[in-house]
């Protein structure tokens, strides 16, 4: 399989090269950057020095229009950017994992949530990238697009309670953090280490536009679960799902940690809870569910592609707490595009993504 | 003013000691310790070598029996030790500040939440600390129960809604964080360097012991503002007050910061919010209002005895977002019980407290 | 006493705002800045909201050529622009103390190291502001060139040894650590958080711009040092003071910690190094010595105007080991400068400078 | 290969469980633990849920007297506790990689440094682990004496300029810097999170117990390069090996970081120094040398089991800097040790083993 890659000098696209390095079944075969046509890669990322990939050189990005003997493109560009590329990527055969927001959300909830419009495009739908859910579909997409680094931490959280129907949907709340890494390696005042070390700050509060993505996959959870138009028997099948997503960032490099808090439709027991989180995810190599009231630890994931959830019922306020962590890099980027390669071209879905977190 | 202090080597204790050292109007006469007893100040607490109260020694405890010249004691002791000491104090007519949960729950409360019997009190009453809402009792409290940490800054978040009417109030939803400070000195797994860089733990979810204390104020605070009980227009009048707080252990030394969700009874503009906070707080020199839609920082408290707090209206489900921040040693500690004390003696209320952050 | 201030937005400069703020003898009458002329203090920097300072709008820096009723100049402005501004300032009979380079050296050093001219100066001649050197001649000094925050902490840890004559003075080793405030307020790739947290870095080795300026002032001690040319006695009496400066950025905010491999001319013993640190800075309120082998830490002196030494020695190797740590923001800038302030204004020299550390 | 572990629950003997767990051509078949005995691995070390290994039970150590089928053992366990292990299971046929200190010294030189008397011994020869000098001694050793981590960092760092005899060997100073892990898991005052954030401490300054085997690899080096014993012509030939090791605790989890500052015979050119280096290391896969004046940096190598060094060159005070970094968990134990192993039985040498480091 050979790859070609877009973006990698950004922390996204370096995280894929890394995961990509090792493995002998892959070649990433051709790197796009206009800023850096021209340089040996190992000059801009000395770390990949004595690699096959280091051993390349950058191509402007308009050779894009004819890669020869290229099977998938990986896509970790600015947001806008993948819009114009994929067509001339496509019709070409490539298939294509997207890290962007492009292709995840119609165009005009994309424009109303990214301030900007996108070109206009019309070629294969785009699957989205969650393969706890989306995995049939992925098998066989030309274009995936790869799910943001919060949603794919909130979606998997929220799933099991939305899924089942438990969940009152129109007010989840999600109290969302973020390492610094989420914010992109371009220095700014915000991400200058003495304006983060020993601090946190909220940003964009109910504005996040990972919040309509999250609202889209459990809508469609909701509609793929009710039986028939007319179940007269589920009085809130047509509430909304409504998410509120409050995101913010820590003083640490790597990592999303977040508390969902789900109203329930009804009484419901510990055991219920757990168990409900245990069957949805019991075949899911990446998501792990603690026991019962040991919750997760946002140290257990960095470095891999998991997901660690815990779940805790507080019986005064019939509200479940759904704790969840992934590393944005890993599960939430570079190592979920991974698994989505895994997943398209017929792999182990598990190959080359570690479970043993960092220490 | 002559005052005892128990418990100095904490990181609550220590802190009260910075903030007095450099004021010429009190004097920290004596400092209790059994384990220390007869060990220079300034031999325990290197810091304080060169100033008047590292000249002391610490005392045996049985000393407080007969302390002469006190007017005020401090009791920064572990959870069950105050309620010990405090009637020997109060006996000899002084004055005291606990640090502790020992006075700040009826003592069946206390046993259900801090998992352990309180020994029998039936001195004075005990006055919470929180001069926003109780500055007038304070003046003349013989006991000031000094607030926990994120139990001052919800109920300075939550207040202005509660206080209002506005707010639904079974359904409160706080997402707290806190610096490691604030789990104590002592050294435990959960506190090695190791397990907390580059992390983020959830513990006690649903169950701190904060929890019923922010509900004690609120719902003192819904029935001040019912003008009659049979007020018959307002429905929800006897609706509970109920708090589920989440409280998560972050890699910063000090601070408190947490997201308040509040679920509205109607309609409200965020002209209508921000107004509503910063009328509440306008003559409070301590709290301060962001301009909104202005993000409260962690950083911009950490050495003060501020709370700086932050108002956010989602629209879509009609609920408001408090962000609030305080130093969990400043105003959810230290900085808090040295108010308490300038208030019970008549001093200017913010002397020698900082409302300029460390940078 | 009327201050202006130059540079009020930079670390350095916010940090000796902070200083000034909440003292009553003194007054920041003018703020200048090109970029925020005309704009509120407190909208710049928000922390200064409610004092008086905070009211002030920064001017123009061309009104510095007229300048009333202003006693001294704090300049905290880029290499460089010191230069253009202090002849102007002197002119006005206004003192002025300067944290930047540009009047440390020689301007042909200044050259060699900073690696650009700086324009003519021919008016009175500045004074090095290390005010356990040269304290009376800061007292009369119209300018006072700050000394820069390695070089502080440097020469602090030399002088006793240097001055004694018990040092070789030509292969003087000092291996320093610096928080990233030391790197300034400018976003770069080298500040931002995920570069800078969980490593270390060198940085000019051997070529800092530090490095003259130690040389330069215990060059000076050895000549005062010398009681005639002729001292035949003292073989080494012509040895070049020689420094090889490393420097590295850690991941912290603030501090800096040194350690300093000086090699003695003769044996000597521990008591006798001791004792020699202890006398020297007998009188010194900011230098602290630890008790011999109580390693110096960096978290004692953060937010303090202290200089915390210890010192070791080697029998092996006959290599005393002085290990040294200061605020770079205090001591190495803005709290040193307020020390030369009080001390050109008759001030006690401690006034408004913190002994107590942060926690 | 069948392993058998003692110590896994350490820092260091989890990394080498993490780097063994995705290997295919190894089985970690028994690990050892008295306090332990009974409890699955996956409880204890909950990353290991669902790998072979995490299925084990810990075994009492007493059943070390008779292990079957194993064909290694890796001890990472306190010093002292191998000396008594080590015996029994060389009598086994068991070859053994040792990460303590016990087998790396003289057992005066031991006893001089580390402070306690070790058990006798007087089975094979350690062979010491560093497979940069002894790798043929390795390939065959019993029992190999893995090196410490901050010698490790300093002989990489120091060899070339050993070896070739152009270093004034006898006062070699080494300012080194650790990573909290390398404190060990056991909570103290000292590596509570609150007393290393935003601090730095100096500890067993010029009394580390890694400096006895540091002068020990390089006095054997001075020895080697010595073609007679009459060799008139260097008159430094006897000089002694004399190093002077500073220790310091950063805030970061792992990673040691150090500069050796080395004096030179002669005159040296910057680029005479940097082929040194070059030559020496460049059949070795995990010693990087960056351009001359590119600073090492420590996040280059977390994770990895790299040394990366820099050279520079002061030319004023004939002084050698060199720069050397690695991870102390990797290189600096289980790294290393996992390289000895692969070295031990005729593996390809970086087997399991990162050269990308994390970010």
Known sequence: MRIAMFGATGYGG??????LCERTDVEVAWLGSDRLAGCPVAEALPQFAGTAMGELRFSPQQEARELSQVDVALLALPHGEARMLVPTLLQQGIRV???????????????????????????????????????????GAQLVANPGCYATCAELALLPLVESGLALTDRLMIDAKSGVSGAGKKPSSGTHFVEV??????????????TPEIEQVLAATVRRRRPCANDEMDATADAPVQVLLTTQLLPVKRGIYLTAYVPLKEEMSAETLQSLYEERYREEPFVRINPYGASAEMRHVIGTNLCEISVHLDRRTQTALIVATIDNLGKGAAGQAIQNLNVMFGRSETLGLSMLPWM
Chains 1, 2, 3, 4 share one sequence.
Do not use: N
């Open 97 to 139: 994992i997207d890290f962007s927001g492009d292709f995840r959300l119609p165009d005009d909830v994309y424009a109303a949530w990214y301030g900007s419009e996108l070109g206009a495009y019309d070629g294969p739908s785009p699957v989205y990238g969650l393969p706890e859910v989306y995995r049939e579909a992925i098998v």
């Open 14 to 19: 370096t995280e894929a090269m890394r995961l």
């Open 197 to 210: 070390q020993e601090s946190v700050r909220a940003y964009k509060v109910g504005a996040h536009q990972h």
